[in-house]
């Protein structure tokens, strides 16, 4: 069998292999390396081997590295094979090193020349050999060395080496792409090689090169289109065809090419439109290959100018792919219909229970997909149901690295559009819950702000029931075990600032669980801090709210073992605890006031009250403080620097000194004065500079700087706060949070958020016209729907208050309701809408849900309203669409039945109720937030028991 | 760019493993395990396809498929097309079979460096410079050749001028 590939093996080396493979344990296989590695290292540096026994060793070597053994004591000797004259010794030797070394061991300087000799060689072979070396160990230092062989290698009679000479050239490229600058233009050249396989090896170079640099190969366009013309239509020879396609891997980098050179190109763009069309209607999808370059041909038709009828191909293809049996190609449909919904979003619609049953598949990668492409495609109308998902799917993985992902995902489209704060809390709640340890403590502050400053839209009354919510959410979670460190002191934080706010639990009972908290972290020093600073709040509260602290015997022994830790951090805030306890109303009120986690900390940064000190040593003779902005020389000073920094690249020199000279600068004008220390040696200055800084501000003018400073840093909070959306809004219509933070940060970042915002609110006009066109034009009752989700994404960050003035202003009177149905999931109501009541008025069916004394339709409506039914009749529906109607109205027909309709109607009021109040009624919601909570059901499965039937 | 190429076996024996950048061996080792970690535990009839970033990091796709006894996995970035790839393995299986007449683990082992000269004339660099099994099949036969002659030769004229210097 080894004498088959015609190289010669011996009986050793078969031995050892067959005896690796007959190991049984990781253990028996090292020990049989480790022997054949001493066998080799006593025989391979004995004199005078055979040349064709030295190449079996270096083979052995190989192979015992891959296992995963050094073998570096051989290198030596591969390195001594490439230097021998037998074209299989060589070969071998090369192969060896290219494996062995990297370019920067230090070998490879051994080998350089040997490979400058062989780039000569009249043999192609050896040439070819030298040509995968280089790519491989041939270093930005080394490349002047190969260099000139290389680009002359271009001009080689066989097409082989023609071919590897430009990869080297591209592979030269990537590791330094200054070094090949200046020989781009013989990319362009090879591009004409009569050999298409040149021109095949060249696109790849290519595909880099306009990667970095678009624009300077646009004039290039024209000549891929034709190539790819050409290749299409069958031009080349046979022999490039694969399973019946006319070289389609050249086909595919083509593509890629064009993809890049069109993107924002209209002009590029269009003289693609035709081949590409073409390739379109070429399509073989019968065959893998086939089905690549169709792929390809949407990711290029995505990328570039669009083009309706393109798209309509695209999209055409893509419902091939998610139609399909095999895995595979619904993998590709959904990477497609990814990035074709970013041009045409409505595409995603016709194949909603596609991207369902993807998502339901037990396949790990196409799930994956599936997640990244409702991540693409998450707005405010149907967030809640992806979110949901996503959170279930994180706690059903163990995949660490995925989990972070898609933690750090749900964040994200929780901030970004949150339908309410409920929600937002209690998605944070679980995203932490399962993926505590694994989600930026920012995370954890946003959260804790967002209980603190709530929306401010609703008042405070709405706020407390926010916080009080939270708190009691937070009460129930406490019982479980094993909470993440971050989680916990989130928890703390709320519950020493709100626990007692709302009068519904005593301080004892929340003391009660902290002291819980601190003892179960015994080792975590951070939320014990937490958790000790939370008691000391909420028995300040206690004591300002004029009761009596009692102090919990379990506390006491914990205040008692923190007053002698070992971190003085908690033995301070244990003695500080202690202290507040003593005092008397008054003096806590001062210290501790209730609820201004939010008030601003007055900074005073003029440091006014030293006015007076200032004054007084002003007038004994002190430098008056000049504001750096007002400092004559500090101007040109910069301008200086600047030109030193453009002028010499030795800059590190001029920076050392600079710090002082402003100083010296500023001070000659200013103060030109008497001053004998006026050397002009800065060093000596320096101190004196800094010592004066503080001492003499001139109220005004810091003030300047200092607000500016304090705004910078408010921005930020705000944009970091993934909610800016909120700002505008609520600014016009009295925001509390804004106005409790900084009075006049709050236009400035207003207007930055706006000017943010801006496409997206643009966005959703468009989405609002076309919202209103559909539900008002279209004859299609699956089309209504979209119409209330495109409306309420259109009002989505118009907070819950105005969604009813401003959905009923686009849309139509009549659906004054607030019953607009609740977000699906990508909008996939909508079937199932149609199949409910097909023959229904949509508005009519607006009204019905209104009216919740028409049980039967009110059941009906409603269940299309609410979503997780929908879910569930599209998840068994897995039927296009003509059957799944019949399924669906089975399930409604089921809803409707007398013996439920009790049930139904039941659930249907409660969900009224619900998505009438979202929002605009935190009470309702928040009893049906504490129902759910009892169910132990999160609230947007509103029907836990329907739920698990469905869901098994 | 193709990054790694990788053959092993249902067990988990590495058969060929060829890194495009360079890795040190610990590393090498620690990937195939990985990757066979991922490949062994994955269901029949599923995707070919597995999302490798907490294997190879940012930006790397790896593409498997599996004939009789072995895996075959390309690991590659954002590049290429997972479908071509795909089809890339089956050109590299097919000129194994070509070349081997009926491939089976067993070649695949014993020549080992056969293994990697047509896998030098599939990828170079990291690209792909030929998709055409006849194509490569022409190559690595006119390798072959050549190699034997030039072993001849080497041995031929040491003898020979031996001979005469007598």
């Known amino acids: ?952 | 760019m193709i990054k790694a190429v990788m053959v092993m076996n249902t067990q988990g024996k590495t058969r060929l493993a060829k890194f495009y950048e360079y890795l040190p061996v610990e590393k090498q080792q620690e990937l195939l395990r990985g990757v066979f970690a991922v490949l062994c535990s994955r269901a029949e009839n599923v995707s070919n396809f597995i999302d490798a970033e907490s294997i190879f990091g940012p930006d790397s796709r790896l593409v498997y498929k599996h004939f009789a006894t072995l895996y075959f996995v390309f690991v590659f970035d954002s590049s290429e097309n997972e479908l071509a790839v795909l089809d890339l393995i089956q050109v590299f299986v097919e000129t194994l079979d070509r070349c081997f007449k009926n491939v089976c683990e067993l070649d695949v082992v014993f020549n080992y460096s056969k293994v990697h000269t047509i896998l030098d004339e599939m990828i170079f660099g990291g690209q792909v410079v030929e998709t055409s099994s006849s194509e490569i099949m022409k190559a690595v036969e006119e390798i072959s050749k050549l190699e034997a002659a030039s072993n001849a030769i080497t041995l031929i004229p040491k003898s020979a001028s031996g001979w005469r210097s007598r």
């Not at chain 1, 799930?367 to 495609?377: D, I, P, Q, S």
């Not at chain 1, 502050?445 to 008042?459: K, Q, V």
């Not at chain 1, 210290?591 to 030293?610: N, Y």
């Open chain 1, 1 to 952: 069998m080894g004498s088959q590939g015609g190289f010669y093996q011996s009986k050793e080396f078969l031995d050892l292999v067959k005896s690796i493979g007959e190991a049984r344990s990781k253990a028996e296989e090292d020990r049989i390396v480790l022997s054949e590695i001493e066998t080799l290292k006593r025989r391979i540096s004995e004199p005078d081997i055979p040349k064709r026994k030295m190449k079996e060793y270096i083979l052995r070597l190989v192979y015992i590295e891959m296992l995963g053994h050094d073998a570096s004591f051989g290198y030596i000797h591969a390195v001594k094979m490439t230097h021998d004259d037998s074209l299989l010794v060589k070969r071998t030797g090369y192969l060896a090193v290219t494996l062995f070394l990297n370019e920067d061991h230090d070998l490879i300087i051994l080998i350089v020349n040997t490979i400058q000799k062989d780039l000569k060689s009249d043999n192609y072979l050896v040439v070819c050999a030298a040509l995968n070396a280089v790519c491989k160990l041939i270093n930005e230092e080394t490349i002047p060395a190969v260099l000139p062989q290389v680009v002359e290698l271009l001009g080689h009679p066989k097409e082989a080496v023609r071919k590897k000479a430009i990869m080297a050239l591209h592979r030269f490229y990537q590791k330094s792409p200054s070094s090949v600058s200046h020989l781009i233009s013989n990319f362009r050249k090879r591009l004409c090689d009569n050999d298409p396989g040149v021109m095949g090896a060249t696109l790849c170079p290519f595909f880099d090169l306009i990667a970095q640099d678009v624009n300077s190969y646009k004039d290039l366009v024209i000549s891929f289109v034709s190539i790819l013309k050409q290749v299409a239509e069958r031009r080349l020879s046979k022999a490039y065809d694969y399973h019946q396609m006319p070289a389609p891997f050249i086909q595919i980098k083509l593509l890629k090419i064009l993809a890049l050179l069109g993107s924002g190109d209209k002009q590029a763009s269009e003289t693609m439109y035709t081949v590409v069309g073409d390739i379109f209607r070429k399509r073989d999808s019968s065959s893998n290959i086939g089905n690549a370059v169709l792929y390809e041909c949407i990711c290029c038709v995505s990328s570039i100018y669009p083009n309706t009828k393109l798209l309509d191909s695209a999209a055409d293809a893509i419902s091939r792919f998610l139609k399909s049996d095999s895995h595979n190609l619904k993998y590709m449909g959904i990477d497609a219909l990814g990035r074709l919904i970013k041009i045409s979003p409505e595409i995603a619609e016709q194949h909603q229970l596609a991207v369902i049953d993807c998502l339901e598949d037990p396949n790990d990668t196409l799930k994956r997909k599936t997640f990244e492409l409702l991540y693409k495609m998450t707005k405010s109308t149907n967030v809640e149901v992806i979110v949901d998902r996503m959170i279930d799917y994180m706690i059903s993985i163990n995949d660490n690295h995925y989990k972070t992902e898609i933690a750090s995902r749900c964040v994200e489209l929780a901030e970004q559009f949150a339908p309410s704060n409920q929600w937002f809390i209690q998605t944070m709640n679980k995203v932490f819950e399962h993926a505590g340890d694994l989600v930026n403590i920012k995370v954890a502050h946003n959260l804790m702000r967002l209980i603190a400053e709530g929306f401010g839209e609703d008042g405070d009354n709405a706020d407390s029931k926010l916080r009080s919510s939270a708190v009691e959410s937070y009460l129930h979670i406490l019982g479980e075990p094993k909470l993440p460190s971050v989680f916990l002191q989130v928890i703390c934080w709320v519950l020493g600032e709100y626990g007692t706010a709302d009068g519904m639990f005593s301080a004892s009972d929340v003391t009660g669980k902290l002291c819980d908290v601190a003892e179960a972290c015994s080792s975590n020093e951070t939320v014990k801090a937490y958790a000790v600073t939370a008691l000391m709040k909420i028995y300040a509260f206690e004591i300002a709210a004029g009761r009596k602290v009692d102090m919990l015997p379990e506390c006491q022994s914990l205040m008692e073992e923190l007053l002698a830790s070992h971190s003085t951090d908690l033995q301070q805030r244990a003695y500080e605890l202690q202290a507040v306890i003593g005092l008397d109303v008054h003096a806590v009120e001062c210290i501790m006031p209730p609820d201004a986690s939010c008030e601003d900390i007055e900074v005073d940064q003029g440091f006014s009250f030293l006015d007076g000190y200032i004054q007084e040593a002003i007038e004994k003779g002190a430098q008056p403080y000049i504001p750096e902005s007002e400092r004559s020389g500090l101007l040109n000073m910069g301008k200086f620097r600047n030109q030193d920094h453009h002028e010499s690249s030795h800059g590190l020199r001029f920076e050392a000194y600079e710090l002082p000279m402003p100083a010296v600068q500023s001070r000659i004008p200013q103060a030109l004065i008497p001053s004998t220390e006026m050397v002009p040696v800065p060093e000596p200055m320096y101190p004196r500079e800094t010592d004066q800084t503080p001492v003499s501000p001139i109220p005004s003018n810091p003030s300047n700087a200092g607000s500016a400073e304090l705004k910078l840093r408010l921005d930020e909070v705000q944009q970091k706060w993934g909610r800016p959306t909120y700002t505008p809004e609520t600014s016009t219509s009295n925001s509390t949070s804004q106005k409790s933070v900084n009075g006049a940060s709050a236009v400035n970042s207003t207007r930055e958020a706006y000017a943010s915002r801006k496409p997206q609110v643009e966005i959703s006009h468009e989405k609002q016209k076309l919202a209103a066109s559909l539900f008002g034009g279209s004859s299609k009752p699956e089309k209504r729907p979209a119409t209330g989700h495109k409306v309420s994404k259109a009002s989505s960050h118009m907070v819950e208050k105005s969604h009813v003035p401003n959905s009923s202003m686009e849309v139509a009177p009549e659906k004054a309701a607030p019953a607009q149905p609740p977000p699906d999931l990508l909008d996939l109501g909508e079937p199932t809408a149609t199949s409910t009541a097909p023959s229904l008025d949509p508005f009519k069916q607006l009204e019905g849900l209104l009216d919740t004394t028409q049980d039967a339709l009110a059941a009906n409506s409603a269940t299309t309203a609410s979503r997780s039914p929908d879910v569930m009749a599209l998840l068994y529906a897995d039927t296009p669409i003509g059957i799944h109607n019949k399924d669906d109205a089975d399930l409604l027909s089921g809803l409707s039945n007398p013996s439920v309709t009790h049930m139904a109607g039941a659930t249907a009021r409660s969900r009224l109720s619900q998505s009438s109040s979202k929002g605009s009624n935190p009470k309702d919601s928040l009893e049906k937030d504490a129902l759910v909570r009892q169910m132990g059901v999160n609230p947007s499965s509103q029907n836990p028991n329907m739920f698990k039937d469905l869901l098994g």
